[in-house]
């Protein structure tokens, strides 16, 4: 068994994120997704640092250099706070299925903003997988059988809506992850660099609410639904913390093409919860159109 640690953690990996984007959607539909966001990132840098402190000996990487910390700042910026900031959104007005079936073309918008800022040219293979997931995902996105994926009363305009912020969230992963590239250049821990992003993007989500007068509302609305706090702790125990940490045993111990592959099946475990939990009718043209995306994605990953 311990032959295949790699490759167990990755299945692990997409059932955790699978199941904070259910507990992410759940939440921000009693209490806002930028309630939900500000929240969650509070309650990942504790438990995030406290996984550091037992890991590494101390609760912040406070010996990385100024470079390294604006590059992981910047990362967290445009991922958490714009990018998760958008997919939130998008769990509350299309739900988890949808979004995670978007968010899986964040590797499709890496490997393309890679190729002019980081120089790293599409091989035919890639080329390939890109057209695959972006075939796959706009099979999914146009059938009409999606138009009750999202809230019961939200008029079929915010469908529309909810797929642009699905979009905006995989160009935040993208950009962020690019941002994380090089930030983490010199084999320098990924535990240590999320520490960083994590402190970055809490402390400027936190100022902005602040700075706009959010910060007691916030605190309200959890207030008035305590519920909400218990399924928000969920979505940061499965996502930041459990996600995160089974993704970095997982391009430990395998190869990080097929890691990166196993952890691209959220969208393929959510089909049925979505199907259970949020009563959605999943039509064939749903299950190839996602097996597709995903296929591409495989395609795209294996390929480096």
Not at 11 to 24: E, M, N
Not at 188 to 211: C, K
């Amino acid at each position: 068994m311990d032959g295949y640690l790699g490759e167990l953690a990755g299945l692990g990996t997409s059932l955790c994120w699978s199941v904070g984007s259910v507990f992410f959607t759940l939440s921000g539909r009693r209490v806002g997704s930028a309630v939900v966001n500000r929240t969650r990132l509070l309650m990942a840098l504790v438990l995030v640092s406290l996984l550091h402190l037992a890991m590494e000996g101390r609760l912040l990487p406070i010996d990385a250099g100024g470079e390294r910390w604006f590059w992981m700042g910047l990362s967290g910026l445009i991922g958490f706070v714009i990018g998760d900031a958008m997919l939130f959104q998008a769990f509350v007005m299309i739900g988890p299925r949808l979004s995670m079936l978007l968010m899986a073309l964040a590797p499709v918008m890496g490997a393309v903003l890679a190729w002019p800022l980081l120089g790293e040219h599409l091989t035919v293979q890639e080329i390939l997988g890109i057209l695959l997931a972006l075939s796959g995902v706009a099979w999914v996105v146009a059938d009409r059988g999606n138009s009750k994926a999202g809230l019961p009363d939200m008029p079929p305009r915010f469908y529309a809506m909810g797929v642009l912020f699905g979009l905006g969230g995989a160009l935040g992963q993208a950009g962020g992850l690019i941002a994380s590239k090089v930030g983490l250049e010199g084999d320098y821990s990924a535990l240590s660099g999320n520490v960083m992003r994590l402190v970055v993007s809490t402390i400027v989500i936190w100022l902005i609410a602040a700075g706009t007068g959010r910060v007691r509302s916030n605190f309200q609305s959890l207030q008035e639904q305590p519920r909400a706090i218990a399924i928000l702790l969920g979505g940061a125990i499965f996502g930041p913390v459990m996600g995160v940490w089974l993704s970095l045993v997982a391009v430990q111990n395998a190869p990080v093409g097929i890691a990166s592959t196993l952890m691209s099946f959220p969208p393929i475990i959510l089909l049925p919860i979505a199907h259970y939990v949020f009563k959605e009718h999943i039509t064939w043209r749903a299950v190839a159109g996602t097996a597709l995306a995903v296929a591409g994605t495989a395609v795209i990953f294996l390929a480096a």
